[in-house]
């Protein structure tokens, strides 16, 4: 997975460029949604006991979109960030 994007080109190469409060992901290697979804969960799970922001257990797929260059998948992870 290599992360790609306004976020990813902002926290790699440049210091202060646009805020962005998605992420987006290349998958480098082909994926079944449900192991995607399952290997995302684990991801949210370690990021959590890492961090302390406290991730929903909820991953949902909530747009799905085929084309030219494979198939796009929008999953929404919801936080509850410091106000």
Request: aromatic share 10%; charged share 25%; hydrophobic share 35%.
């Amino acid at each position: 997975m290599a992360l790609k994007g306004g976020t990813g080109i902002r926290k790699v190469y440049i210091e202060h460029h646009r805020f962005s409060d998605d992420l987006d992901f290349t998958l480098t290697k082909q994926y079944e949604p449900d192991h995607l979804i399952d290997l995302i969960r684990q991801c949210v799970v370690s990021i959590r006991e890492m961090s302390g922001i406290p991730f929903q257990d909820d991953v949902n797929i909530i747009h799905t979109k085929s084309g030219f260059r494979g198939t796009v998948l929008q999953i929404l992870l919801n936080y509850y960030g410091v106000r």
